[in-house]
Nanobody, 119 residues
Framework: QVQLVESGGGVVQAGGSLRLSCTAS????????MRWYRQAPGTERELVAE??????SYTDSVKGRFTISRDYAKNTVYLQMNSLKPEDTAVYYC??????????????WGQGTQVTVSS
């Protein structure tokens, strides 16, 4: 069994910063990729950032403002969000593609954390 626990969401004014964290725990053999998604009301879930094998990628709307990083020893992924805009308001979800003992790799999801950016 795997748990992905997110933290760091909250309310911030436009132009401010937040750092999200997500820690994976359980009988994990290997984590291949970790991702942050977000979903605003009435919209589809959107991939925001990914880190895999040390390489990172971002959706265009957050490039230059968000930074994804990972602590391999702690099975933790971070999303540093700077210069936040009201349109960044959403529930942010952490996801990890990982392999457990005696299983094949698959995606696991956190419960989500709310980020609200006020104008």
């Amino acid at each position: 069994q795997v748990q992905l626990v997110e933290s760091g969401g909250g309310v911030v004014q436009a132009g401010g910063s937040l750092r999200l964290s997500c820690t994976a725990s359980g009988s994990i053999i290997s984590i291949y990729a970790m991702r942050w998604y977000r979903q605003a009301p009435g919209t589809e879930r959107e991939l925001v950032a990914e880190i895999s094998g040390g390489a990172t990628s971002y959706t265009d709307s957050v490039k230059g403002r968000f930074t994804i990083s990972r602590d391999y020893a702690k099975n933790t992924v971070y999303l540093q969000m700077n210069s936040l805009k009201p349109e960044d308001t959403a529930v942010y979800y952490c996801a990890a593609n990982l392999r457990l003992v005696l299983s094949y790799p698959r995606d696991y999801w956190g419960q989500g954390t709310q980020v609200t950016v006020s104008s």
